[in-house]
T-cell receptor
Framework: NAGVTQTPKFQVLKTGQSMTLQCAQD?????MSWYRQDPGMGLRLIHYSVGAGITDQGEVPNGYNVSRSTTEDFPLRLLSAAPSQTSVYFC?????????????FGQGTRLTVV | QQQVKQSPQSLIVQKGGISIINCAYENTAFDYFPWYQQFPGKGPALLIA?????SEKKEGRFTISFNKSAKQFSLHIMDSQPGDSATYFCAASYYSTGTYKYIFGTGTRLKVLA
């Protein structure tokens, strides 16, 4: 059982380039989300989805787009990369959006924008 | 206010000692408080969680103490081991725009010396 799979693990982008971070889960979870992790700032929610076809903004959505065409996949798109988007990105899934459902995280994507 | 304040930022403990990490919050609407453990190069994973109607929860060497009136909760790791060396995040669940989301603390990097 793979859980939550993120690709790539590492990426270097030039300012202005675009790219897509992939996230897939095989647990049939309804709820998926993207976080960024920065030193001293913990995990901050970028975008989330409560089911296929439904997405919404989190705490820090600017510069990112998401879509949820299937239950399994939740890609994160950087439209025009900026150095401020240098971070470690984590995708997470939960069975549903109830209060106490466990979040399962992928291994992360370390992104550097130069 | 959607914020959880975590301290200390880093912690060094001798093997066999007690590690204590503290978190505080303001929003009384928070209603579920998980702790996540993250090893280097990995995504966070659920360690232990507590509801605000319980003052303490213990799982093995890990205990959450919860003080609802003070709006504080803490993680205690008894008999700390080098394998416990990781980053620990407290979190709180809150309801917003039709779904429960997690807000994370800034993390505590724990090092247990052998």
């Amino acid at each position: 059982n793979a859980g939550v799979t993120q690709t790539p693990k590492f990426q270097v982008l030039k300012t202005g380039q675009s790219m897509t971070l992939q996230c897939a889960q095989d647990m049939n979870h309804e709820y998926m989300s993207w976080y960024r992790q920065d030193p001293g700032m913990g995990l901050r929610l970028i975008h989330y989805s409560v089911g296929a076809g439904i997405t919404d903004q989190g705490e820090v959505p600017n510069g990112y787009n998401v879509s949820r065409s299937t239950t399994e996949d939740f890609p994160l798109r950087l439209l025009s990369a900026a150095p401020s988007q240098t971070s470690v990105y984590f995708c997470a899934s939960r069975r549903d959006s109830a209060m106490n459902t466990e979040a399962f995280f992928g291994q992360g994507t370390r992104l550097t924008v130069v | 206010q959607q914020q959880v304040k975590q301290s200390p930022q880093s912690l060094i403990v001798q093997k066999g000692g007690i590690s204590i990490i503290n978190c505080a919050y303001e929003n009384t609407a928070f209603d579920y408080f998980p702790w996540y453990q993250q090893f280097p190069g990995k995504g966070p994973a659920l360690l232990i969680a507590i509801r605000p109607d319980v003052s303490e929860k213990k799982e093995g060497r890990f205990t959450i103490s919860f003080n609802k009136s003070a709006k504080q909760f803490s993680l205690h790791i008894m008999d700390s081991q080098p394998g416990d060396s990781a980053t620990y995040f407290c979190a709180a669940s809150y309801y917003s725009t039709g779904t429960y989301k997690y807000i994370f603390g800034t993390g505590t990097r724990l090092k247990v010396l052998a």
